[in-house]
């Protein structure tokens, strides 16, 4: 009985003093895996594009263009994208779509309807100087509707095939004829000593040109302009000019001594 006591005596001690090592020293965590590089695969006819969402990330044999790389292949290819402190990422892409959609473009006054065929799925992109990759808009039907602007716009169409995309199918859509701003209004003179002060009634987003006798002679946004008082008779034209440069007929105001 003694020796049983003492056993679980011992037991016990043994017990407590390995929970107070465990405890002391911590249970390990098992480690995060590394994080990865963040960034998007486009597969757009004979080229591969990779996207990066984040700075440092390389990728052998790719060229740079300000935005994203690139690299052109008809055939399948798989690359190795990387970044400083992060695991390596490896993708891989099929072979290019090499065929086209057709597209008929259908200008109206107020909008233009682009009709695709060839492909199920297809993704418009707005076209700058290069095909804006981020911004673009997926469609499933058979007629796209983009809304006219006053200036000229281009973009640039593709079929998508499982996980890649035909070449560029690129169009521009003219402009709508800009508006033409109205003249400034209530345009009056208000003479105080030696001084002259023109005033009309005020537009925002507009410019003002001031002629005097025919000549310019002040680009101004405000509504009024103030003179040396004429020693003669002198005639004044303001013309309003809105943000697409289109310029009003002119209201025209004539000071006589």
């Not at 757009?44 to 044999?61: F, L």
Request: hydrophobic fraction near 30%.
């Amino acid at each position: 009985m003694y020796y049983i006591t003492m056993y679980r005596r011992y037991k016990l001690i043994f017990i407590s003093t390995f929970g107070i090592i465990l405890f002391s020293c911590g249970i390990k965590k098992h480690p995060k895996p590394p994080l990865k590089p963040n960034f998007s695969v486009k597969r757009i006819g004979e080229y591969v594009y990779v996207i990066p969402k984040e700075s440092d990330i390389s990728v052998k044999s790719f060229k740079y263009d300000d935005k994203y790389f690139y690299r052109k292949t008809k055939d399948e290819y798989c690359f190795t994208v990387k970044s400083p402190g992060k695991k390596k990422v490896k993708r891989c892409v099929d072979k290019a779509v090499t065929r086209m959609p057709e597209v008929s473009v259908n200008e109206g006054e107020d909008s233009v309807e682009i009709h695709p065929r060839g492909f199920k799925r297809y993704i418009l992109y707005p076209f700058e100087d290069k095909p804006l990759l981020d911004k673009g808009k997926e469609f499933t039907r058979e007629k796209i509707v983009i809304k006219r602007d006053f200036v000229k716009r281009c973009y640039a169409l593709t079929g998508v095939l499982g996980n890649s995309e035909s070449p560029f199918y690129k169009f521009c859509i003219s402009p709508k004829p800009a508006p033409v701003p109205q003249p400034p209004r209530n345009l009056s003179i208000t003479v105080k000593g030696n001084t002259l002060i023109l005033v009309w009634s005020f537009v925002e987003h507009l410019e003002y040109v001031v002629y005097k006798n025919g000549k310019e002679v002040a680009r101004l946004k405000t509504n009024v302009f103030i003179d040396k008082l004429p020693d003669e008779e002198t005639t004044y034209e303001v013309i309003s000019v809105n943000e697409l440069g289109k310029r009003s007929e002119p209201a025209r105001i004539t000071y006589r001594p």
